[in-house]
T-cell receptor, first 113, second 113 residues
Framework: DAGVIQSPRHEVTEMGQEVTLRCKPI?????LFWYRQTMMRGLELLIY????????DSGMPEDRFSAKMPNASFSTLKIQPSEPRDSAVYFC???????????FGAGTRLSVL | DQQVKQNSPSLSVQEGRISILNCDYT??????FLWYKKYPAEGPTFLIS?????DKNEDGRFTVFLNKSAKHLSLHIVPSQPGDSAVYFC????????????FGQGTRLTINP
């Protein structure tokens, strides 16, 4: 298996633009997680899905952030409109079960100018 | 509110010596603890874990110690090797119930030859 695949690897955009981050989890994994990494706060959980259903989105910073999982093999994290403080590395992870070991993608480094 | 804290952002150790990375947590509900390792441009990967019913878990050169009364855990790497240079994240979760894995800010370990 190729592991968790995230795209793009790098995204540079201007403030106010819409940004969409993509994730393909490991086949057969039932849970998917979106994390954000910053220097100050480390890895923060934004939202997680179980069987394509959002279970907990309490970590989503504001209404500008939204996440979807239309099927078991694809998820998106959208920021609209983006702001400079959204600049961070965003990781997607999947696991066989919601409490199981997380397998992380390589991340998307987002820079909002 | 940082429930898992790694107070040392960086640590430098000479090759062959012991590396000790520390982590403190505040939530007494946590009962399972993990360490992840992250190389540049890659996602975090699982390294070692410990359940709250134990105070020590060993895997090769890596040992994790848990002091529940002090709400403190540490990762020991002996002997340290150049390939151990990475960012190490401490994480904690509840085994039952919530599937939130709470991460610390990370410690960048540099092994000097």
């Amino acid at each position: 298996d190729a592991g968790v695949i995230q795209s793009p690897r790098h995204e540079v955009t201007e403030m106010g633009q819409e940004v969409t981050l993509r994730c393909k989890p490991i086949s057969g994994h039932n849970s998917l997680f979106w994390y954000r990494q910053t220097m100050m706060r480390g890895l923060e959980l934004l939202i997680y899905f179980n069987n394509n259903v959002p279970i907990d989105d309490s970590g989503m910073p504001e209404d500008r952030f939204s996440a979807k999982m239309p099927n078991a093999s694809f998820s998106t994290l959208k920021i609209q409109p983006s702001e400079p403080r959204d600049s961070a590395v965003y990781f997607c992870a999947s696991s066989l079960t919601s409490g199981g070991s997380r397998y992380f993608g390589a991340g998307t480094r987002l820079s909002v100018l | 509110d940082q429930q898992v804290k790694q107070n040392s952002p960086s640590l430098s150790v000479q090759e062959g010596r012991i590396s000790i990375l520390n982590c403190d947590y505040t939530n007494s509900m946590f009962d399972y603890f993990l360490w992840y390792k992250k190389y540049p441009a890659e996602g975090p990967t699982f390294l070692i874990s410990i359940s709250s019913i134990k105070d020590k878990n060993e895997d090769g050169r890596f040992t994790v110690f848990l002091n529940k009364s002090a709400k403190h855990l540490s990762l020991h790497i002996v002997p340290s090797q150049p390939g151990d240079s990475a960012v190490y994240f401490c994480a904690a979760q509840w085994v039952q119930g919530a599937q939130k894995l709470v991460f610390g800010q990370g410690t960048r370990l540099t092994i000097n030859p």
